[in-house]
Nanobody, 119 residues
C-alpha cells in the first residue's frame, strides 16, 4: 500500500517562504510523476507543480519563478520550496503520485497539509 505523508505547512506572512515535504513509502522510482496540488476553500483542486521520473518539471503559471519542486530518490522524498508567498496561496497542499502498471494508471494522494499566508 502506497502512503504519501506531507509535512511543512503552517502560517507564514506574505512574502515569506515554506518548504513542503512529501515522504513516500517505498521507492519513488516506481512513480512516473510526482507532484503537488492545492485546494483553497470553495475552489477546485489545482495542479501546482510536478516532476517526472526523468527530472522534467512543470509549474502552473502563477507559481513559476516562486515555487521549486524537487525530488530525492535516495530518500523517497519530494519537496516544494515556496517563496514570495501570497495570501492567494493559502490552501491545503496535497502530495500526488502517479504510476502505470501494465496498462493501468494509479493515482495516490497524501492527506494534505495546510498552508496559510496571512499577516
Amino acid at each position: 500500500q502506497v502512503q504519501l505523508v506531507e509535512s511543512g505547512g503552517g502560517l507564514v506572512q506574505p512574502g515569506g517562504s515554506l518548504r513542503l515535504s512529501c515522504a513516500a513509502s517505498g521507492s519513488i522510482f516506481s512513480f512516473n510523476v510526482m507532484g503537488w496540488y492545492r485546494q483553497a476553500p470553495g475552489k477546485k483542486r489545482e495542479l501546482v507543480a510536478n516532476i517526472q521520473s526523468g527530472g522534467s518539471t512543470y509549474y502552473a503559471d502563477s507559481m513559476k519563478g516562486r515555487f521549486t519542486i524537487s525530488r530525492d530518490n535516495a530518500k523517497n522524498m519530494v519537496y516544494l520550496q515556496m517563496n514570495s508567498l501570497k495570501p492567494e496561496d493559502t490552501a491545503v497542499y496535497y502530495c500526488h503520485a502517479f504510476r502505470v502498471v501494465s496498462v493501468n494508471g494509479y493515482d495516490y494522494w497524501g492527506q494534505g497539509t495546510q498552508v496559510t499566508v496571512s499577516s
